[in-house]
């Protein structure tokens, strides 16, 4: 009997399978435990958003136009200024304090020499020195508020020679030659013509700012002398007037120059048909006050506050009575009535002209001991126009014969002063012990003289006698030491 051989076992598929999908979960939750890792866990959380940045904020200055130190000839500055601040509010604080800032920028600039501002170094430094005089003017800003810097809009250095050089454009030059014939000839023209036009030789016309008055310096003059009296007759304190130099400069440049408040006073120059200015510095003011009032030396801090009633009507007594005197000081030049037209106390309210047009100053400083200030009478050049001619010719002196009729009212007067006569009746000497020992009712010896001397105020005048005369003491002259004096002799009239 054949054994029968075992069929062969077949393999387990199932199980195959099943590694197959163990596998396959693995993968799969591998890849997504990659991908969150990699997309969810470390993705980097987004920026923030910037700030918005805010956008700056500029104060431009009205340009300045400056004399420079003098270096090799006169120079010109011609500069515009923006400053760059943190806000709204420092912008609107520079402005309330914008007519004392200029001030202080005008008088850095006018110190500066043309090498010392001409490299670019030297504008660096200037632009430093810009942001400091704004920071000396304003007041303590608080943190928020910051000044962070300046800038030059415009810098033209210039010389003046270069300056008076004019030059005419094609359709002034066709404006001329209209004037002249074919022939080259130019048509006599009407002395008696209304309107005529005076010939100026613009290749040598001199620049009406520079052009000297000798004149009006000679006004001025008179015009310090008769304020030195005019003041003391008010204020009964001899003033010390100095007179600074008859100067010209532009009508913006003044109104950047005067400190607020000040005493300003519009007058009427009756009949040249134009106004002029006379300011009064605010510590003058005081000055007066005191000086009529009673009263010690101006406080400090007093110039900063505002006018009161009183001290406005003093002063205005003061100008009509300064008014009268300059008046006089023209007696040789034209014969003017100047009037008080009204009075400010903020110079920005007063507009006597364009900010270019020229003004000339005469400024006065004033001294009384226990305070001063400065004095100005600003004429613009239009307002002289008419006096041009006799401004310009040189100052005359007085030819006419001395007045002699004085005289004799001055010696009357002289004569009716009274004078205190003093005699001494009587000397003695005594040793210093003897005079410390002495008691009441302790007796001393003199020694009279038979005659004295009579004395007026030190000079010895008269060799008397002394006695009793109708119950008096009484001096008898007996010899004249002291010439008489010559009596005037009466002069014609």
Known sequence: MRAETPAPVAPKKSRLWLWIVIALVVLLAAGGGAAWYFLGAHTTPAEPKAAAVKPPVYVPLEPFTVNLSEENGDHYLQIGIVYQVSDDKLAETMKQYMPVLRNRILLLLSAKKPSEIATVEGKRKLVDELVAAV???LPPLPPDQQLRGALLASFVIQSAAAMTQEFLSRDEVDALMQGVGDDGAVPAADANAPGRLRAVNLATQERASRVRMPALD????????LLRTTLYGELRRVPTITAVPLRAQTYGELMAELATPVHVTVVDMKPLGGHAL????????GVFVDAMFGGGSVKPGAENRSFTATEERLVDRIVVMLLAAYAKSWHDVAVLTPERVRTETQPRFVQLADADDIIHCARFSIDIGTGG?????????TLLAPLRDRLQAPAREDTRAPAT???????DGVQAVEVEVTVDLAHCSLRLTDLLNMQPGDLFSIDIPERVVAEVNGIPMFDCRYGIAGGHYALSIARVLAPRPQQPKPTAP
């Open 135 to 137: 920071r000396e003017v």
């Open 218 to 225: 000679l006004v001025h003059e008179r015009f310090a002398e």
């Open 278 to 285: 006379v300011t009064i510095d605010a510590s003058l003011v």
């Open 373 to 381: 200030g400065a004095l100005q009478v600003c004429l613009p050049r």
């Open 405 to 411: 009729d004085w005289r004799a009212p001055l010696a």
